[in-house]
């Protein structure tokens, strides 16, 4: 990482006039949203038309991160977590296996497509119960947690855009705050679930800068001694906009490497992508669940989505796995 660079570009043209650019960065110095700033950049130069938007340093958020501590919303925040400390810790999130002694190093990625006509389907669902896909497939996956490991109450990570204004927006970098949303089910519908869900994480998205630095302290406080709050990491990426704004024929196409950050964590990946595709990836450890495994995990997933969208007004307790 010191000796070389941490990006690379390569742009290529064939005979016929099509070509691509190629691009390599290291996640220390870029994230997903970042990949979609320098996207809409990079097709503004084929579309004169694009809207120029003002970009602005990494270096300031930097600056406002160290401001942090000593600033009135850190008070704000640690009250707002204190409060939900007081009611009940929430639980460690975490995909069962039937694996009781395994590596921590050795990891994999798994990715599967959906189905066009289902995917269809989950936009229509999201537009007439005014939700967004972000918070239906976090609704899905806590679902998902619920059935198979009974919790009821617990934490589910994401480190989907994690920006919050529209200076942080326009900004190019890696951005490693994690949100945790305090997912609770009760007995109720999906649409009321999905409702709450909504609540959270908009409520716990504004106290995120709080649960990055200081959570740790907050558990120790309350005798729980776990290293990450929760075992289930979400993420969750959309590049589709860029094809109604952008007016440039084109396919977008990548990968990156499977990992689990070295922890015992399962890492969700939803990126809805051009040409109304959405694809699923899961990290995982390759010792913990075989691939057969996350298949089964994948099918559960999409056999809970059909039954919510078969019956808008299905009851949690009636939906199975």
Same mark, same amino acid.
């Given at each position: 990482?010191?000796?070389?660079?941490?990006?690379?570009?390569?742009?290529?043209?064939?005979?016929?006039?099509?070509?691509?650019?190629?691009?390599?960065?290291?996640?220390? =110095?870029?994230?997903?949203?970042?990949?979609?700033?320098?996207?809409?950049?990079?097709?503004?130069?084929?579309?004169?038309?694009?809207?120029?938007? &003002?970009?602005?340093?990494?270096?300031?958020? =930097?600056?406002?991160?160290?401001?942090? &501590?000593?600033?009135?919303?850190?008070?704000?925040?640690?009250?707002?977590?204190?409060?939900?400390?007081?009611?009940?810790? &929430?639980?460690?999130?975490?995909?069962?296996?039937?694996?009781?002694?395994?590596?921590?190093?050795?990891?994999?990625?798994?990715?599967?497509?959906?189905?066009?006509?289902?995917?269809?389907?989950?936009?229509?669902?999201?537009?007439?119960?005014?939700?967004?896909?972000?918070?239906?497939?976090?609704? =899905?996956?806590?679902?998902?947690?619920?059935?198979?490991?009974?919790?009821?109450?617990?934490?589910?990570?994401?480190?989907?855009?994690?920006?919050?204004?529209?200076?942080?927006?326009?900004?190019?970098?890696?951005?490693?705050?994690?949100?945790?949303?305090?997912?609770?089910?009760?007995?109720?519908?999906?649409?009321?679930?999905?409702?709450?869900?909504?609540?959270?994480?908009?409520?716990?998205?504004?106290?995120?800068?709080?649960?990055?630095?200081?959570?740790?302290?907050?558990?120790?406080?309350?005798?729980?001694?776990?290293?990450?709050?929760? +075992?289930?990491?979400?993420?969750?990426?959309?590049?589709?906009?860029?094809?109604?704004?952008?007016?440039?024929?084109?396919?977008?196409?990548?990968?990156?490497?499977?990992?689990?950050?070295?922890?015992?964590?399962?890492?969700?990946?939803?990126?809805?992508?051009?040409?109304?595709?959405?694809?699923?990836?899961?990290?995982?450890?390759?010792?913990?669940?075989?691939?057969?495994?996350?298949?089964?995990?994948?099918?559960? =997933?999409?056999?809970?989505?059909?039954?919510?969208?078969?019956? +808008?007004?299905?009851?949690?307790?009636?939906?199975?796995?």
């Amino acid at each position: 990482m010191f000796d070389s660079f941490l990006f690379h570009f390569v742009a290529y043209r064939y005979k016929n006039g099509q070509g691509g650019i190629i691009v390599k960065l290291h996640h220390i =110095i870029a994230d997903g949203y970042c990949l979609g700033l320098l996207l809409y950049k990079v097709f503004g130069y084929y579309n004169k038309s694009l809207t120029k938007f &003002p970009a602005f340093s990494y270096i300031d958020h =930097i600056e406002a991160d160290e401001k942090y &501590p000593s600033s009135k919303k850190y008070e704000q925040d640690k009250e707002f977590w204190n409060k939900i400390f007081e009611e009940r810790i &929430p639980d460690y999130a975490y995909i069962p296996s039937k694996k009781e002694s395994y590596s921590l190093k050795l990891s994999d990625k798994a990715e599967f497509e959906l189905d066009s006509n289902l995917v269809d389907l989950i936009k229509k669902y999201c537009k007439e119960n005014k939700t967004s896909i972000y918070t239906f497939f976090t609704s =899905i996956y806590s679902l998902y947690i619920n059935k198979t490991t009974n919790l009821t109450n617990f934490f589910l990570s994401s480190v989907s855009q994690n920006r919050r204004n529209i200076k942080e927006k326009l900004t190019a970098g890696m951005y490693s705050i994690t949100a945790y949303f305090n997912i609770k089910i009760h007995n109720q519908s999906f649409k009321e679930f999905t409702k709450e869900n909504n609540a959270t994480i908009f409520n716990e998205y504004k106290h995120m800068n709080f649960t990055e630095y200081y959570l740790k302290e907050l558990f120790r406080k309350n005798n729980d001694n776990r290293y990450v709050p929760s +075992g289930i990491i979400m993420s969750y990426q959309d590049l589709s906009q860029f094809k109604n704004k952008i007016n440039v024929n084109c396919e977008l196409v990548g990968d990156s490497s499977g990992g689990t950050l070295g922890l015992d964590i399962f890492i969700i990946h939803i990126l809805e992508q051009m040409d109304n595709k959405i694809k699923i990836s899961y990290d995982y450890l390759m010792e913990k669940y075989s691939k057969e495994d996350i298949s089964n995990i994948n099918k559960g =997933i999409i056999s809970i989505i059909e039954q919510v969208l078969n019956n +808008g007004n299905v009851n949690i307790q009636d939906i199975q796995v």
